[in-house]
């Protein structure tokens, strides 16, 4: 309980804070604020992304279907933090660029990773049986995750691209700006990764009580 109070001060703080003082590039406005909230969006989804590459490996060595679970969960809640982070990054790119969607690298490339992991889910669906359900999904999710570092960290920076550089400069030259800025941004940083193992951790012991009752129903 203690930890859960102090996750709901700390991000309750990254959200006044991020209203109160400017954020980096304080040239385009508001909007800049998003900063605060985007990127620590796509980080977790690449946690979340990590989380399910490695149940699906210990699925695939193991045969345990709590792992398989653990999977699915996990790169459920990747795809919808990397939603949330297309939107506050569409948010501020019609702020910047003029227009929510621009076809610039890290939106193609964001996509593309959407995509993946959405087939992932259509994959599941398509197959009834379990066991060749989450035997098939595990070594979907292996392949998908060799995708995530060419998407999020290679290719964008190999192109070039409307998107700032991921060290925001300020006009004083200084990483993040200020130091309230980096403060509040590592802030929201470690509020968000503690938001996704909170919430994965409810999602997991719901599908072991889920599966609890399914087999009570069959005795």
Known sequence: MVWKIFLF???AGVIIAAFIFPAPQQQIGDASRIFYFHVPQAWVGVVAFVVSLIASIRYLRKGKIIDDDRARVAAGLGLL??????VSGSIYAKATWGAYWNWDPRQTSIL???????AYFALRSAIEVETKRARL???YAIFAFITVPFLVFIIPRMMLSLHPSDTVISSSGSPLGTSYAAAIFFS?????????FWINNL??????VERRMLEESDQ
């Open 9 to 11: 001060l700390l991000m």
């Open 81 to 86: 933090f990397t939603i949330l982070a297309t």
């Open 112 to 118: 593309m990773l959407l995509l993946i992991y959405g």
């Open 137 to 139: 999904s595990a070594v």
């Open 188 to 196: 929201s940083l470690i509020a968000f990764t503690g938001l996704f």
């Open 203 to 208: 999602a997991l012991r719901i599908c072991i």
